[in-house]
């Protein structure tokens, strides 16, 4: 039984336009999130990941930002075309978003579950009282002691992990479809951090709530993550399920990025290889691929087209011109 497709991502473009230039900070996503799936996007700092994430919600801020080009079809509509009354009924009720700072993206002046029941009382119609108690059920749910008690405090009163607690209770309050997680367990503790993302993944069992996970964290996304989608400058440069990569990853920048990762098997210790050289200047993108400067495996046509995303095994899909042009277009 085939699963169904809940988000489907095409050629997505957002870029910003700067005194300093034209920033393509996304410049050709593709990627597909299947109902209950989780899909982790991985990439080093500035390849776009985020962006992705915040044209998916239409949170871009215009000016200086513009979705340019693309389709963001979930649950069979183009969000992209979708008016903003359309987008705001769709935020925070179908799709939810965790942020990186919970600090800064919690309200110091409301308490917590003022803040949890705005959610509930604008997309589920209810009154104060059944928001309030459904606030109380979430935080009880994703383990915060004395819930009862605790929905009445503000943010500075919780600690950094309690806090991150509070934002997936949000971003849960109204059973989302899809929830995308923009670094959840940045500046937390690894006991932390491990209780953050056992929690996330068992919510998504309770729920049935797809899940796109953006980390740094290969080991997150190896232990969590069915497909992954690996993001270079903007561009999707391999796209697989997580078995597939770990196993046989295709692209040189994937190489670089499992190189560089400690081994901690006696027979596979060696020195860690880092990605030589610095990601691109997104105003001044190379003329051929994008990760041609700093690939050892390039050939000179690397360095005079951009080779574009194609289905070198089924299910695989990668972006390199080492696997020539042949194999079905992704498009």
């Not at 979930?74 to 969000?79: E, N, P």
């Not at 978003?97 to 110091?108: A, E, K, V």
């Not at 200047?281 to 390039?298: E, I, M, T, V, Y």
């Not at 995303?309 to 089924?314: F, K, S, T, V």
């Amino acid at each position: 039984m085939g699963q169904e497709l809940l988000l489907q991502v095409k050629d997505l473009r957002t870029h910003f336009y700067t005194e300093a230039g034209v920033v393509k900070a996304v410049d050709g996503v593709d990627l597909e999130i299947n109902k209950g799936e989780t899909l982790g996007v991985v990439g080093e700092s500035g390849s776009g990941k985020s962006i992705t994430a915040m044209s998916i919600m239409r949170l871009i801020p215009v000016p200086p930002g513009k979705i340019v080009s693309g389709e963001v079809m979930f649950s069979g509509k183009d969000l992209i075309k979708a008016t903003e009354s359309e987008m705001m009924k769709i935020r925070g009720n179908e799709i939810a978003m965790i942020f990186q700072d919970p600090m800064t993206s919690l309200n110091p002046v409301l308490t917590v579950g003022e803040q949890i029941m705005e959610a509930i009382i604008l997309h589920q119609k209810t009154g104060r009282s059944e928001a309030k108690k459904r606030a109380v059920e979430m935080l009880k749910k994703v383990g915060i002691p004395e819930a009862e008690s605790r929905v009445n405090n503000y943010p500075h009163q919780f600690s950094g992990g309690m806090r991150q607690r509070v934002m997936i209770a949000m971003a849960l309050s109204c059973n989302p479809k899809l929830l995308i997680a923009d670094e959840p367990t940045t500046a937390l503790d690894v006991t932390i951090q491990a209780q953050i993302l056992d929690l996330m993944n068992n919510l998504k069992k309770d729920f049935g709530t797809a899940i796109m996970l953006i980390t740094h964290d290969l080991g997150v996304v190896a232990e969590l993550c069915q497909k992954v989608l690996v993001m270079y400058a903007g561009n999707t440069v391999e796209y697989t399920n997580a078995e597939a990569l770990f196993a046989a990853p295709k692209h040189p920048y994937t190489w670089g990025l499992l190189g560089s990762l400690p081994k901690l098997d006696e027979s596979e210790k060696q020195r860690l290889e880092p990605i030589e050289g610095q990601p691109p200047d997104l105003r001044r993108l190379p003329q051929g691929c994008n990760f041609a400067p700093r690939c050892k495996h390039k050939k000179p046509i690397c360095e005079q087209q951009k080779p574009t995303l194609q289905e070198i095994e089924q299910g695989h899909f990668v972006s390199c011109f080492l696997y020539g042009e042949g194999g079905k277009r992704h498009d």
